[in-house]
């Protein structure tokens, strides 16, 4: 049972709230890896899908973040870019944000504190 637990943790969650007309943000608890990355693609599709503009991906409750998980949120901030919107990272850890500058991808997803 505590494996289960365990891994429940890791599994992440997705709240998604409107809070402008053209802004939603999308809190994300647990890990994002390629084990999730299906998940999060789908979370920020239906974002997108709203004709939102502005996607803030609050990453407060991120414990983890893998290269396919920068990979989706890449493709999200590119494809919001190119229709004038923006994808804002908030609250990432420092960890995240280090990964986030290692990359370049801080160049392209707009890195909040």
């Known amino acids: 049972m505590a494996d ?28 994002l890896d390629i084990g999730s990355a299906d998940a999060l693609r789908a979370a920020l ?8 503009t502005v996607i803030r ?7 983890f973040l893998d290269s396919t998980a920068l990979g989706v949120i890449l493709a999200s901030a590119q494809r919001l870019s190119a229709r004038g919107g923006r994808l804002e990272l908030v609250n990432a850890s420092p960890a ?6 290692m990359t370049l991808i801080a160049r392209t997803v707009h890195l909040i504190p």
């Open 96 to 101: 995240v944000r280090r990964i986030l500058d």
């Open 45 to 52: 599709d239906s974002a997108e899908a709203a004709g939102t």
């Open 4 to 31: 289960d637990d365990a891994a429940s943790d890791r599994e992440p969650r997705f709240e998604q709230s409107q809070v402008e007309e053209t802004a939603t943000v999308l809190r994300v608890q647990g890990e």
């Open 57 to 63: 991906l609050d990453a407060t409750g991120v414990h």
